[in-house]
């Protein structure tokens, strides 16, 4: 199983940073089979990043993602009010598929 | 429009039996892989299972493999999660959800396991 694990726990930032989220793979694997989601309290997870770096439909500019192997990354280049939320990565190329503990994004 | 709608959700007693559905409209539901994901209260997202369009191929966490089946009826549209000898552990909010990788998710159907 691989295991997925972010960091830092909870990001404290401003509207208007750069916000940059790790998550790290306990062994590698494909950057085409890794996602990021948001999640906002009492919603259900929305796809930001498939394929490690491919903004899903409907998604801002300001989130990019990038890495390979073991290491990847979501970037919002310039927070809004409305990114303030949890964010998950998640791998769906080896089963079982697995989620990150996730990052929580705080209003500083 | 997408949708994916839970049900059977409720309270179960430790040792219990539960069966999930979910019914999926606005979509071609043969052409694509399902899974189920769950969220405890206050906590992450944990991968539960995945199946593929055809039904062929079923994947499971370590954690409930063997106790959990997922299942579909392409021809009602709908997925199935039969969960035995559930734990107090697998209370959560179990989401339906399509592709892979997961591209919608429905509102999830409540199961609490308790005595």
Redesign the interface.
């Known amino acids: ?1 691989i295991v997925l694990t972010q960091s830092p726990g909870t990001l404290s930032l401003s509207p208007g940073e750069k916000a940059t989220l790790s998550c790290r793979a306990s062994q590698s694997f494909s950057s085409t ?1 890794l ?1 990021w ?1 948001q ?1 906002k309290p009492g919603q ?2 929305r ?1 930001l990043i ?1 394929g490690a770096s491919t903004r ?1 439909t409907g998604i801002p500019e300001r989130f990019s993602g990038s890495g390979s192997g073991t290491d990847f990354t979501l970037t919002v280049s310039r927070l809004e009010p409305e990114d303030f939320a ?1 964010y ?1 990565c ?1 791998q ?1 190329g080896s ?8 990052t929580k994004l705080a209003i500083k | 429009e997408a949708q994916l709608l839970e049900s059977g959700g409720g309270l179960v007693q430790p040792g219990g039996s539960l069966r999930l559905s979910c019914a999926a409209s606005g979509f071609f539901f043969e052409r694509n892989d399902m ?1 189920w ?1 769950r969220q405890s209260p206050g906590k ?4 539960v299972s ?1 199946i593929s369009a055809l039904g062929g191929y079923t ?4 954690s409930v493999k063997a106790r959990f089946t997922i299942s579909r009826d392409n021809s009602k549209n709908t997925l199935y999660l039969q969960m035995n000898n559930l734990e107090a552990d697998d209370t959560a909010l179990y ?1 339906c959800a399509r592709g ?9 159907a409540l199961v609490t396991v308790s005595s």
């Open positions: 199983e089979f996602a989601y999640q259900a997870p796809l498939h899903a949890v998950y998640h769906y089963a079982p598929y697995t989620f990150g503990q996730g | 899974n994901v992450g997202l944990e991968w995945g994947y499971y966490a370590v989401y892979r990788p997961i591209d919608f998710w429905g509102q999830g």
